[in-house]
């Protein structure tokens, strides 16, 4: 996609066009995309940081490497080239501007209307319920224009038929994504758990500080994770569309810190390194990725490294 981003087939055009055509443009394209790939989930790094910082909160290296093992930052590393990173780190120059004395939206709807040119599954997941729970009513107007406005866009791609782009959602092996859920809800439920590991307890324990202190971003939690479960029905890499959830738990991270005892989390944040980021697809199981944390995992740790599962 980066060596010709606008001559893809048809069922492809309208997606993840955004850093494949920036790749081209700055001829970081071909076998360089990896390393351009990699830049984004540094940017995406460096953001998270600089996030966690505007909300009071200096992150000790443990929590920052602990973090970046789970959800889109692990995708990133795994798999360079998925533009989820992208729309993470969008996110958070929203909220990072959000954060501000005198917020401008107009940086959060830009960062959306990015963010739908990167992966539009994923900006709807984390960028809606930050638009209309976190930004408030008055951006529910811009919201639903540029929305439409895409909407559109989509549609014209596909001569203006509804059922083309979900027809274009296949599954693997020829079978759909809707069929992979319901041959194996076991393997949905592994994929899910693997996407954030060990940080899903600050999910149960954070939200209810997270609520009360103030409950728009409580509810931009419970329906950005309803929503990146729910994207599991559309496409088999179970793992990676729940990560579509990061800024989620990030949230519920920052509400626990002020929480939990400093030897429970640093408990949780260990645990949740020495469990493995696993890569789960429907159809094919449970993949360990080829890299340096899967070499720690395996050398230092002295444990089993299986190259496939299959459950």
Same mark, same amino acid.
């Given at each position: 996609m980066s060596i010709d981003p606008f001559n893809e087939p048809v069922n492809v055009y309208?997606?993840?066009?955004? $850093?494949? %055509?920036?790749?081209?443009? *700055?001829? &970081?394209?071909?076998? +360089?995309?990896?390393?351009?790939?990699? $830049?984004? %989930?540094?940017?995406?790094? *460096?953001? &998270?940081?600089?996030? +966690?910082?505007?909300?009071?909160?200096?992150?000790?290296?443990?929590e920052e490497f602990s973090l970046l093992t789970c959800g889109a930052f692990a995708t990133s590393f795994q798999l360079p080239g998925y533009p989820d990173i992208a729309v993470v780190a969008l996110a958070l120059v929203a909220l990072i501007e959000l954060n501000e004395e005198r917020p401008s939206e107009n940086i959060a709807m830009i960062a959306?209307?990015?963010?739908?040119?990167?992966?539009?599954?994923?900006?709807?997941?984390?960028?809606a319920p930050l638009l209309l729970f976190v930004v408030g009513r008055r951006s529910w107007r811009d919201l639903l224009g540029l929305g439409g406005l895409y909407s559109l866009f989509i549609l014209a791609n596909f001569s203006f038929s509804v059922a083309a782009p979900f027809q274009t959602q296949v599954g693997l092996g020829g079978v759909s994504a809707m069929e992979r859920f319901r041959q194996s809800p076991s393997m949905v439920i592994v994929g899910a758990l693997y996407a954030f590991k060990a940080l899903w307890l600050v999910v149960p324990f954070g939200i209810v500080p997270l609520w009360r202190r103030h409950w728009q971003h409580g509810a931009f939690v419970m329906c950005s994770l309803c929503a990146s479960l729910a994207a599991t029905y559309i496409a088999v890499d179970y793992s990676r569309m729940t990560g579509f959830a990061t800024i989620a738990i990030v949230l519920c991270f920052v509400a626990i810190k002020s929480v939990w005892p400093p030897r429970l989390l640093k408990l949780v944040l260990v645990a949740n390194l020495l469990i493995p980021s696993f890569y789960v697809v429907g159809g094919e199981g449970v993949i360990a990725p080829r890299g340096a944390y899967f070499g720690l995992y395996r050398h230092l740790l002295r444990l089993p490294t299986p190259q496939r599962l299959h459950i």
């Open positions: 309208y997606r993840k066009l955004l $850093l494949p %055509a920036l790749a081209n443009f *700055l001829r &970081l394209d071909g076998l +360089l995309y990896a390393g351009f790939a990699w $830049l984004i %989930a540094v940017m995406g790094m *460096l953001l &998270l940081k600089a996030y +966690l910082k505007s909300n009071g909160v200096k992150p000790t290296f443990l959306f209307a990015l963010a739908l040119m990167a992966h539009e599954a994923a900006a709807v997941i984390v960028f």
